[in-house]
């Protein structure tokens, strides 16, 4: 057989399963990768460090077992792949630490390799990347390496964004809304994943793309659209997930206005809402982690027998028996596990949808100023209704007022409280814009009374932006001297010193709540302040401390 090969490559190892025999090949020819293939459709290989390849039969082993039955330890610690139709690069343990981007050189450095391997066209997966980089689906080996794509003088990525590039969505729990329509201008990107298949202007990559021409031609001939799974922002815009990039990518190079979408909601995860979840849930949550430690703790057992049942057949029955009950117990925490997931979720979305008034708001009102520009006035706002009024506004600024029953009402900035007939001007009041919180007191409230009212409707203000994002200013109050008014870096900041007060005044100590004055310029040009003005307030903190 040596003497016949094209290229004289070496059999580097054997091992013998199930009574059969099966030649591991290092650096194999063409023949010695056609007669594995041939066995079982499938070939498990490994490129190591300087360049070497191995292959062998890959529906009869895997890279974590090979090496118990070989003399000569293929070094499975490096770059792995499997091929059966489809490309999978397991860089995951066993030692591997490649980057996305070396991921890359090697393939560039190793293609004419994987092309004798198999189809290079072919769609591709891979994850395990060092440093927690995101993994590869759904694209192929020939794409990701861009090669046709560049010959053609196409962009190498496309520059439409993803969810991820805004939002850390640890930061948020997922709410089920429904099905609504939306402005398809309002999706705005694509899948994490699925958007290196798709050009610049909404098309794909690969203009054969069975699925994609189906759709366009039933879209455009009339056919029903099926509400599109997307993610709603906080700032109502939208994302498709794993699912739905063919139909965005359709009716975005349709030129659709609008389309059903099942929209599920981001919203700012609630302390609350997660401890009452983990209390409710706790003795499932308690079974389920019990049961999960149980399942890691037979593996040792399990990898033993399977190594003994290759080599003795009496184990076989041990190792059958023993897996039986390892399956048995791994389809009781998946069970579980789905159940608690339908749970949360079923939990959380009462909560949610009832804390942050995901519910559908009201629309209020309407006012005509002076100079003929219409203002809508919203009560107990969604998020898209807050976007609403902030576009119009040069400085995307909202004022409102919140109630003492706690209704909120909100509308554009640039009409002042004082030119507002339409709400109580002797409510609770706020102003936001890109730059800053002010709370105007208007002689209505002391210091203490709007700093408690803040740290009250914490959660409804932060529907309009978070209170830790800009600085808080308050002016105004019954007890502040003049015009003077003091400024907070955040609402933790704010926390501290309505902490910091209550002390004081337990311990009956004179207090005064303007220990730290701030101009009111500020007000009238946001974002100015004086450093002299800050180093004065330095001061006078630690004197009255």
Not at 26 to 45: T, V
Not at 154 to 183: C, E, H, T, V
Not at 288 to 316: G, R, T
Request: hydrophobic share 30%; aromatic share 14%.
């Amino acid at each position: 057989m040596k003497i016949n090969r094209l290229i004289k490559s070496e059999i580097y190892d054997a091992f013998k399963k199930s009574n059969n025999y099966y030649e591991v090949f290092k650096n194999p020819s063409q023949s010695e990768i056609d007669l594995i293939w041939k066995q079982d459709n499938c070939i498990r290989g490994v490129i190591d460090k300087n360049g070497d390849k191995y292959i062998w039969d890959g529906y009869v082993i895997d890279h974590f077992h090979v090496n118990s039955f070989l003399e000569n330890k293929v070094p499975t610690n490096y770059f792995r792949f499997v091929y059966d139709g489809k490309w999978m690069f397991d860089l995951a343990y066993l030692g591997a630490d490649i980057s996305r981007e070396e991921f890359k050189k090697i393939l560039e450095n190793n293609l004419n390799f994987l092309d004798k391997i198999g189809d290079i066209n072919a769609e591709m997966s891979a994850f395990g990347f060092s440093n927690g980089e995101r993994g590869i689906l759904y694209i192929t080996l020939n794409d990701f390496l861009n090669k046709e794509l560049v010959e053609a003088g196409r962009l190498k990525k496309a520059n439409l964004p993803i969810l991820q590039n805004y939002y850390d969505i640890s930061d948020y729990d997922l709410i089920d809304i429904g099905i609504k329509n939306i402005n398809v201008s309002d999706i705005i990107g694509l899948g994490d994943g699925r958007v290196d298949e798709y050009n610049d202007d909404w098309s794909p990559k690969n203009p054969n793309d069975a699925r994609w021409l189906r759709l366009y031609e039933g879209y455009k001939n009339g056919d029903k659209i099926d509400p599109i799974p997307l993610t709603e922002t906080p700032d109502g815009k939208f994302f498709p997930s794993s699912d739905g990039n063919h139909r965005v990518s359709v009716v975005k190079t349709l030129n659709l206005s609008n389309v059903p979408a099942k929209i599920t909601k981001m919203v700012h995860k609630d302390k609350n809402v997660n401890s009452s979840w983990e209390e409710y849930a706790k003795e499932k949550i308690e079974k389920l982690n019990k049961m999960s430690q149980e399942y890691q703790s037979m593996f040792p057992k399990f990898n033993e027998l399977l190594d003994k049942s290759f080599d003795d057949v009496k184990f076989k029955k041990e190792y059958k028996e023993f897996k039986r009950k390892m399956d048995e117990l791994g389809n009781k925490i998946g069970d579980l596990d789905r159940e608690l997931q339908d749970e949360e979720k079923k939990f959380k979305n009462e909560k949610l949808l009832v804390n942050s008034r995901l519910i559908k708001s009201e629309f209020y009102d309407g006012y005509k100023d002076k100079y003929d520009s219409y203002y809508e006035i919203f009560k107990n706002p969604t998020s898209s209704e807050i976007e609403s009024a902030r576009k119009k506004e040069t400085f995307k600024s909202i004022r409102g007022i919140i109630e003492d029953d706690g209704t909120m009402y909100v509308w554009g900035g640039s009409l002042l409280h004082d030119e507002n007939p339409k709400i109580n001007r002797n409510a609770f009041r706020f102003s936001v814009d890109y730059r800053r919180w002010f709370f105007d007191a208007h002689y209505n409230y002391s210091f203490n009374e709007i700093i408690n009212l803040i740290i009250k409707y914490e959660s409804k203000l932060s529907q309009i932006r978070n209170l830790n994002d800009t600085p808080i200013e308050i002016y105004y109050t019954t007890d502040s001297v003049g015009h003077e008014g003091k400024t907070f870096y955040s609402i933790d900041d704010l926390k501290k010193q309505e902490l910091l007060q209550t002390s004081r005044l337990a311990k009956n100590k004179e207090y005064d709540p303007f220990g730290v004055h701030v101009n009111p310029i500020s007000f009238l040009y946001p974002g100015y302040y004086p450093e002299e003005l800050e180093e004065d307030n330095f001061k006078e903190d630690e004197e009255n401390e």
